[in-house]
């Protein structure tokens, strides 16, 4: 048992680690595990013909084979972020990456799509401790100023390197299977499931090495975890995302209606919950300031509009000109790889270009580049998608680099694995909803390839949105205000 919390009127007890920081390894371990949790959520880009096959998984169910883990992410990742805070970010990092070991395995285990989903969620909850931790323990290893913005930097850009490896890694070990998931033997090709193997290893010795240079930190006051606020959470974000994959089939049928309404209804009650608890799992009041609003935004525009369209590409690519698993690999490379690049760099504009300005910019980038590509899978040409692909990465190492920093940024440094946990929940939740919008607007027509411009024009727009959306949050000086 423990003895009781301290009075509110008492000082806090600070709680220093056991051990001084050590920045450079904390920066590598927390970006090694970062990219192997991304690398774990763009699996599925390139292996879902073969997956679809092996389980017989209808169209109408594949929505649910990528949003698995987004789900997870979205709906742990504010509980995540204030456990960080509260019981030390180093053990919830190494907890979810051991998590993630165990259950990435166990995913290439499977089969069948209800299985397989389920240890998506368990994946994609494990990458949520990883994410959320990860950058409290680089707020507590790096002082605030030039330091601390280039490891939020380079870990920004380490979440494009996992996004760019991911599909190469999957595309490569999916040799073994042809563009719709068929061997050489006419069987379903198994090389997902070895690129699960893979990644299960890679997230436990990367929990051996965090084990042993890691420091513990966690902020000075410990809170109870708000256990009702984070079960409603997630049931308002699992009926969301199942109104929204549920949709494509009839967005006013009485499941999809009665779904909406039950979201809308546990939103309402979280609310509630989190005014009246006394250590919440997200302070409602800092979405009173615009820079958490632009944090939050910029990060629900980009899950939504990016991820969104180009979870759903690499499938499309095989499904529209059938380009092999690997071909569509290399091709999304370009424009993950184009994202790693530029994040890396990116951090050279901080001090020069507000983060919210970086923020607009890489979405207007993304919308000319997603412009650029229309037309190109009509005409059955990939070179046609290149320059697109080429802007669009640049803009979304732009992204990349900027929503780490700006969530640090906006919320008090002992706080900064909850602004983390907010900015990241913003980001899945957007993409679980923007993979299933895309899929719905791509197969609303039967040619699939005037259903990808569709889907890329939808995207575009919904980026412009964005970038009008994070300009109009800009702090407010008060020129008459008084001491």
Avoid: C, K
């Amino acid at each position: 048992m423990t003895a009781p919390a301290a009075p509110r009127t008492a000082p806090p007890a600070p709680r220093t680690a056991s051990a001084a920081p050590r920045p450079g390894a904390t920066l590598a371990v927390t970006s090694a595990a970062t990219t192997i949790a991304l690398m774990n959520y763009t699996t599925p880009l390139l292996t879902l013909p073969s997956m679809s096959a092996a389980f017989g998984t209808p169209l109408s169910g594949q929505a649910w084979l990528l949003n698995g883990a987004p789900l997870g992410l979205a709906a742990v990742l504010l509980i995540a972020g204030s456990l960080a805070d509260d019981y030390g970010r180093r053990r919830i990092f190494l907890l979810g990456t051991l998590a993630l070991g165990v259950t990435t395995a166990l995913g290439g285990l499977t089969d069948s799509t209800l299985l397989f989903t389920l240890a998506r969620v368990a994946q994609g909850a494990a990458s949520a401790a990883i994410i959320a931790s990860s950058l409290g323990l680089l707020v507590h290893a790096f002082p605030a100023g030039p330091a601390r913005i280039r490891a939020t930097g380079v870990w920004g850009a380490f979440v494009s390197a996992g996004i760019a490896l991911g599909p190469l890694l999957a595309g490569g070990l999916n040799g073994v299977s042809g563009p719709n998931g068929s061997g050489a033997d006419g069987s379903s090709g198994s090389g997902w499931r070895l690129t699960y193997a893979v990644l299960g290893v890679a997230a436990l010795v990367t929990a051996g090495l965090g084990i042993r240079v890691l420091a513990e930190s966690r902020a000075a006051r410990r809170n109870r975890p708000d256990v009702s606020g984070a079960l409603t959470l997630a049931l308002a974000f699992t009926a969301l995302l199942s109104a929204l994959t549920l949709g494509r089939d009839g967005w006013l049928r009485a499941p999809v209606l009665l779904l909406l309404l039950a979201s809308a209804v546990l939103t309402a009650l979280f609310t509630v919950i989190e005014r009246r608890t006394a250590a919440p799992l997200i302070d409602l009041g800092l979405l009173r300031r615009p820079l958490f609003g632009a944090a939050s935004t910029g990060a629900l525009f980009t899950g939504l509009a990016v991820i969104g369209l180009m979870s759903y590409l690499p499938s499309l690519l095989q499904q529209t000109i059938h380009m092999s698993a690997l071909g569509a690999a290399w091709l999304f490379l370009l424009w993950s790889g184009t994202a790693f690049l530029v994040a890396l760099q990116a951090r050279r504009l901080a001090g020069r270009v507000a983060a919210r300005h970086q923020l607009a910019l890489g979405f207007v980038l993304h919308t000319a580049g997603a412009l650029g590509m229309l037309g190109a899978l009509d005409a059955g040409s990939w070179v046609r998608l290149v320059p697109g692909l080429f802007v669009a990465g640049v803009g979304s190492g732009l992204l990349n680099a900027a929503l780490p920093r700006l969530s640090v940024e906006s919320v008090p440094t002992e706080r900064a694995a909850m602004g983390s946990g907010a900015n990241n929940t913003a980001r899945y939740l957007g993409s679980s909803a923007g993979v299933a919008l895309i899929i719905a607007v791509a197969t609303s027509v039967a040619d699939p390839a005037h259903g990808t411009d569709l889907a890329i024009l939808v995207s575009a727009g919904l980026t412009l949105v964005g970038a009008a959306a994070v300009l109009a949050l800009r702090e407010r000086r008060h020129p008459h205000a008084t001491a």
